[in-house]
């Protein structure tokens, strides 16, 4: 069952999902991409100020109507807001779109999130984009770019190095830049919790 193959709301599962408080949501029209990040990014701020791992949060939704893909103008029904969890479980691959794949997955009862769009606060790892291209997920939105990751001191560029030697994966799916005043507040978070002595350097 993906997506768009589920007619009805599809969301009702009452589990409690590690790493995502939230319940499943549904944020009227017009959820536009910035008011879709600025939750990622108040998300992987939370992180942060959890102690739970790295600066960045992620959303995995549903568009309920308006454009599908776009976001624009729509109502979505927000089936995951996860954040980096790598330091409470242990688990270097707990990125937040990873935990944000997983519990959407969990929600719907589903492997496939297809015709699902992910908001993400940052320019995802390749780990994560694969992660993504499996989940069936083709439109990505984030804030901050890699770049600005790795002036925050996160940078994959081993890895982003090698992924370009494969440049078809990236050209699997739509990853969507959108300027966002905020993007750089989580890494800004994390900076202050790791100053204070609450978080390690990463
Ligand atoms: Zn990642």
């Not at 990040?37 to 102690?51: F, H, K, M, P």
């Not at 893909?69 to 089936?79: C, H, K, T, Y």
């Not at 320019?123 to 939105?141: D, E, K, Q």
């Amino acid at each position: 069952m993906g997506c768009e193959e589920d007619g009805g709301d599809g969301i009702g599962r009452k589990e409690d999902f590690p790493g995502c408080g939230a319940a499943a949501s549904t944020i009227p029209a017009p959820a536009t991409p910035q008011s879709l990040l600025t939750l990622a990014i108040e998300e992987a701020c939370r992180g942060v100020q959890a102690a739970h791992g790295g600066p960045f949060g992620a959303l995995v939704v549903r568009p309920v109507s308006g454009a599908p893909s776009s976001g624009r103008d729509a109502e979505v029904a927000v089936l995951a807001q996860c954040h980096n969890e790598a330091v409470r479980q242990l688990d270097p691959t707990a990125h937040a779109e990873v935990v944000a794949i997983r519990t959407a997955c969990r929600r719907l009862g589903t492997r496939k999130l297809d015709g699902c769009v992910l908001y993400t606060s940052c320019y995802p790892c390749p780990m994560c984009l694969c992660a993504i291209l499996w989940s069936g997920i083709r439109h990505v939105y984030y804030a901050a770019t890699s770049a600005e990751a790795s002036r925050a001191g996160f940078d994959d560029g081993r890895f982003s190095s090698a992924l370009q030697a494969q440049p078809q994966l990236v050209q699997l799916c739509t990853l969507q830049h959108v300027e966002h005043a905020r993007a750089r507040a989580p890494f800004e978070a994390y900076r202050a919790a790791v100053n204070s002595g609450r978080l390690e350097p990463y």
